[in-house]
């Protein structure tokens, strides 16, 4: 058997503990700087198609760096997104009209009445989110004109006068116009909408590894590991 000892053991185990807590720290540097990295990534892809003034929604992209508290050399940094509204962006969905024929989407007419009404997500059975939509509020009066199998329109007849929601101090009335003028389309009617992919989770992934493994990199150079 051969025994071999060092001396100056102690000064030794101190920078070990100083190389691990050096280590520990920049460890959870990168992991929070590559989250960092991902999550600004998916805010500037979902800006290009955001309205604006939705400051609100891109802030509902986030980031959060484990541990909780204090620094790990398994550090790690996880990025989500909150609500349906982000998956079905980010894996594009067929929107269909949850138990009704149609889909009704708002047209610039309706949506001065204040008539329009926004999607919502429900759970299906089979344990997946899909994405459905509210009962329409839709006013009597309203003409259905078909355009093909899978599209028609409801047009507010000439002469037909309607009002916003009541209660709403910002819709307004509307009339159509004269005897003589044209039916004003109101709203569009569908079987289902396709919404595409708008948003890629890989380009994220892959550029907040990139920031991690050369911040890394950098840490092992500094500490010539």
Known sequence: MIKIQIDGGESLAARAKAYEKSLAE??????????????????????TFIRAGGMNALNSIKTKTYPDQGTSIEAAAIVY???DYWEAHAKGVTIRANNARWLVIPL??????RLNR???????????????VQKADIPEGLEFVPISPQRALLVLPPQKRLRGRRGDRRAESYKSGDRQ??????????????LPK????EAAEEKGGKVYFAAVKSLLDALKL
């Open 198 to 201: 708008r948003m890629s989770l």
């Open 81 to 83: 997104m909150r609500g």
């Open 118 to 132: 926004s999607f919502s997500g429900k759970m299906s059975k089979d344990g997946k989110r899909r994405l459905t």
């Open 26 to 47: 920049g460890m959870t540097a990168a992991a929070t700087l590559a989250g960092k990295t991902a999550r600004d990534v998916l805010r500037y892809q979902a800006a």
């Open 108 to 113: 610039p007419a309706a949506r001065s009445l």
């Open 181 to 194: 003028g044209p039916a004003v389309p109101m709203f569009l009617l569908q079987r289902q909408v396709r």
